[in-house]
Structures are given as structure tokens and as C-alpha cells.
């Protein structure tokens, strides 16, 4: 059978992964994996409807829901993608405990009074049964015994789903708040279903109580020919978009997570300066459905103005454009502020334009000295590399003062995280240099600065043990506008 989605989505299939981890950290770590590839090509492949991530109340285990249109669809999918997807090595990624996964399609179920909140706790609930026909009465009976659960205040609704086999059962209700999961829980009635439900198990429930981290619907237009390129890798030949999304995919994820930790709510009024091919102003938008998102960029010819109707894409420079003072409650510059001629003053002004209260998120490199490359050849290219950046005016050491510049600016509350980056220290750093250095290494060459077998040697090394190196640290750091 097939069911119909708040969207119109039609469901026919239904898969739960269950990740355990070994700490929250890793926890974390998985959900931001998880949205990035999801927003990145999953959500693009024909048959996905939809896909909810969500992460236990006790930070051990990370729960994907995705919904698909077909079983047929869900087969097809396993060829789509890049190969070197994190979600193809999901199990043996440092932190992951186990990975247990099931299949169905989805039986009849129920709504709530508050059908139309959003879910504060989320129930994932594995039950064991003997056969089709076992599964088949617990749907029935959670269909016949809802009519209390249909008036519980905070009940949003309960979605149950037959594995392929018969001999699981998977129950996903959900509430708006964990007081209203425990009044739920507490009511005589929802014990003496309880005891119905059980006579009709083999074993044990495995229950997972969750918080709903992300959820993320199909893309509404059509696929890109690849979620990493734009085609134009053919033949040699390269864009700089695909080298855009290639660094949105290596640093996505830390940037989600520090901005995830913020207080942020549905009708934030968010800025961000510089956003590229703009996967966090999309992301930003879907986190603040009642609010408003502003992108700015000198070159806007990689955004997408009509992909959230809260979305205002402006073409400006940064330095020029002026926006009154107290306009957001968040500003984002990635990747911005290290190339410009006075980033002081600019992150001063992004400062100025921060409601009482909002947030400044900055993101910026620290080269590490280059002295200290592991390789002769990584000495080279990094001196030249650097020479080359901060010969186009960058700073590749404004990083390191970030922490102490936000607090200078008046800002509380200030933190900081480091991302190292460079050769070996992922598949996708790996690509994303050998992608800078096909399309900015002769320049390096023609310069005098390094040689052309020097270039090839560096790109040999990529991928080996003897070419692993740290070259550089993002570095994240936040503030806070005072209230008063």
C-alpha cells in the first residue's frame, strides 16, 4: 500500500537505520554526515520522498528515517550517488558501535490533536512478532484502540510500518513535548494497550526515544547531472562551482553543527555574507520557516532565489552593502572575511547589524607554517599556494584571531572549534585539493613559484600514506550581541 505525505509525497516503502555510537560527539558527527549527503544528492534520486534524521535523547544512537515512493525506487538509489559517499561506509566510520536496519511499507495509522506541531520527542519502536499475521493485528489495534490517543493533548500522531518479512513491526509515534509523551505514557488507557500489544510479541520491544534533529523533503527541481560536478570535469576541464561544492561538502557538516547548537527558532531573520553556491542559506531557510534568510554575494550566479519562498538573494559587494542596525538575529560569513582588505571593519559592521540578542557566526582559515610539511613538494606547493593567496590580498593567518576579535567587538558568549583540513585527512579533501590544483596549479607553475613535476608529484602523493599532511584550520568562532 502506499500512503500520502504531508507534502503529497506518495509512500510506498519505508527504511529505519539505527546507528549506536560510542559517545554523543560521534552522535553529532553522524547527523551532520547524514544531512549533508541527504541535501546533497538523496534528495535529487527518483523515488525519495523524504528523509528525518533523528538523535536519542542519550546521544548513543543517530535513527534515519527515509520514505520512498517504491521498494523499486529504494534498489535503484543504491546506484546513484558518488562511490565515495559516506553513506556507503557508514558502518565502519570510528565511533559506530552497530547499524541495525529495517524495511516495510506503511499500514494505516493515526492522528492527534496537534497533527499540524512540529514533534518535540519522537518514538522509534521495534516490535518482535511471529508472522505477517501478528503484524497485521498490531496495526489493527493501534487503529481500533486511538480514539483516547486522537484527544491526548500533545499527541501528534502514531505511524506504524510491517517489515518486508512480517516478523517486525515498527511503530513512530510522535509528540510535541516530552511532558506530553510522559501524561501519554502515565494514562491508565495507554497501559492496558500496552498489554495488548505485548501478548502478540515474540520478544522484547527495541524501544529508541529520539529528538527529530532534520527533516528534508525531495528537491522540487530536477536532479543536477552529478550532486558533486556541474559535468564540466570531462575532458579535463574545470568549473568553480564544482570546487564551490566540493568545500560545501567538506565543511557543511561543522558548520550545521555550530549553528545547530544555537538557540536558533523558526522565525530568526537570518543574513549570510558570501554564500557560494548556498547550501547553508538553504539550510538556513528550511531552519527558519517563519523567518527570513538574506544571501548576499558579488556573484549570485550559483544561488537559487526560488528555492525557499523566505529567501532574498541580493548581489552586492559586502564591504558597500549596508543593512540597519538590529536587521538579524544571525549572521554567517564562511569563508569571507580573511579575503577582504579590512576584515576588522567588516566583521564590525556584521556586528552593527545584529539584533539585541543575535548571533555572529565566523568561519575562517589559519595556514599552518609551511616549514613544516611532511614532503619537500608539500613545502613547495603550500609556500606557493600561500604566496599566491595573500598576493591576491587574503589573509591566511586572520583564523587565529578570530576568537579574540569577536570578543574585542563586544560580543558574549564567544566559543570556538578547529577543523583541521588538508592531504589525507578525508576522501573529500583529497578530491577538493587535486580539483584546486587542476584549476589553480599552473598558475603556480607559470609563475616560477613551483615546477610542473613538483605539481605532478603533489598529486600523486594525494591518497598515499607518505602525502598525509594538516595544512590548515578552520577556524569557527561565535558571539553574541548583549541584550542590553
Known amino acids: 500500500m502506499t500512503t500520502a505525505t504531508a507534502t503529497g509525497g506518495q509512500v510506498g516503502y519505508v527504511t529505519f537505520e539505527e546507528l549506536k555510537v560510542d559517545e554523543p560527539g560521534t552522535a553529532d558527527e553522524l547527523v551532520g554526515v547524514l544531512a549533508t549527503e541527504v541535501r546533497t544528492w538523496v534528495r535529487y534520486v527518483d523515488g525519495f520522498v523524504s528523509a528525518r534524521i533523528h538523535l536519542s535523547l542519550d546521544g548513543t544512537h543517530v535513527v534515519s528515517r527515509v520514505e520512498w515512493t517504491s521498494e523499486e525506487h529504494f534498489r535503484a538509489s543504491s546506484r546513484c550517488g558518488p562511490e565515495d559517499s559516506p553513506l556507503r561506509t557508514l558502518p ?5 558501535v552497530s547499524v541495525s536496519a529495517f524495511a516495510g511499507t506503511p499500514a494505516a495509522g493515526l492522528e492527534g490533536p496537534a497533527a499540524t506541531e512540529r514533534p518535540g520527542i519522537v518514538s522509534v519502536a521495534k516490535r518482535h512478532v511471529k508472522n505477517q499475521e501478528a503484524a497485521q493485528d498490531l496495526a489493527r489495534l493501534l487503529r481500533t484502540s486511538g480514539d483516547w490517543k486522537r484527544e491526548h493533548p500533545g499527541f501528534i500522531s502514531a505511524a506504524p510500518y510491517i517489515g518486508l518479512d512480517g516478523t517486525m513491526y515498527v511503530n513512530y509515534p510522535q509528540w510535541t513535548s516530552q511532558e506530553s509523551f510522559r501524561a501519554y505514557m502515565d494514562d491508565p488507557r495507554n497501559a492496558a494497550g500496552l498489554d495488548a500489544i505485548a501478548a502478540l510479541e515474540t520478544a522484547p520491544p527495541d524501544i529508541v526515544m529520539c529528538l527529530l ?73 528550511e531552519k527558519s520557516p ?96 600561500v604566496r599566491h593567496m595573500e598576493a591576491h590580498g587574503a589573509d591566511m593567518r586572520w583564523g587565529r584571531r578570530l576568537p579574540a576579535t569577536l570578543a574585542r567587538a563586544g560580543l558574549t558568549d564567544v566559543d570556538m572549534r578547529v577543523t583541521p583540513a588538508g592531504p589525507g585527512q578525508s576522501a573529500v579533501d583529497d578530491e577538493l585539493i587535486a580539483l584546486r590544483m587542476r584549476q589553480e596549479g599552473h598558475t603556480l607553475v607559470d609563475s616560477g613559484q613551483v615546477t610542473a613535476a613538483e605539481l605532478a608529484e603533489f598529486l600523486e602523493l594525494l591518497g598515499t600514506p607518505d602525502g598525509r599532511d594538516m595544512t590548515t584550520l578552520m577556524v569557527s568562532a561565535w558571539g553574541r550581541r548583549p541584550r542590553a
Open 290 to 385: 517563519e523567518g527570513s534568510v538574506v544571501a548576499v554575494d558579488i556573484d549570485t550566479g550559483h544561488l537559487d532565489a526560488t528555492r525557499a519562498p523566505n529567501l532574498t538573494v541580493l548581489e552586492a559587494d559586502i564591504t558597500q552593502q549596508e543593512f540597519p542596525e538590529g536587521s538579524f538575529d544571525l549572521v554567517l560569513a564562511r569563508a569571507v572575511l580573511e579575503h577582504l582588505p579590512d576584515p576588522d571593519r567588516m566583521l564590525a559592521r556584521a556586528r552593527r547589524w545584529l539584533a539585541p540578542g543575535g548571533w555572529l557566526v565566523v568561519e575562517d582559515f589559519y595556514f599552518l607554517p609551511d616549514k613544516d610539511a611532511p614532503t619537500a613538494v608539500g613545502r613547495s606547493l603550500l609556500t606557493a599556494y
Open 92 to 96: 565502519d566510520r570510528p565511533g559506530v
Open 213 to 285: 534533529v532534520e527533516h528534508i523533503d525531495a528537491a522540487s527541481r530536477p536532479s543536477p547531472r552529478s550532486p558533486y560536478s556541474t559535468g564540466s570535469l570531462e575532458q579535463d576541464k574545470v568549473s568553480p562551482l564544482d570546487q564551490v561544492r566540493l568545500f560545501e561538502r567538506k565543511y557543511d557538516p561543522t558548520t550545521t553543527d555550530v549553528i545547530g547548537r544555537l538557540p536558533i527558532e523558526p522565525g530568526w531573520r537570518c543574513l549570510e555574507l558570501g554564500p557560494g553556491a548556498g547550501s547553508m542559506t538553504y539550510w538556513l531557510a
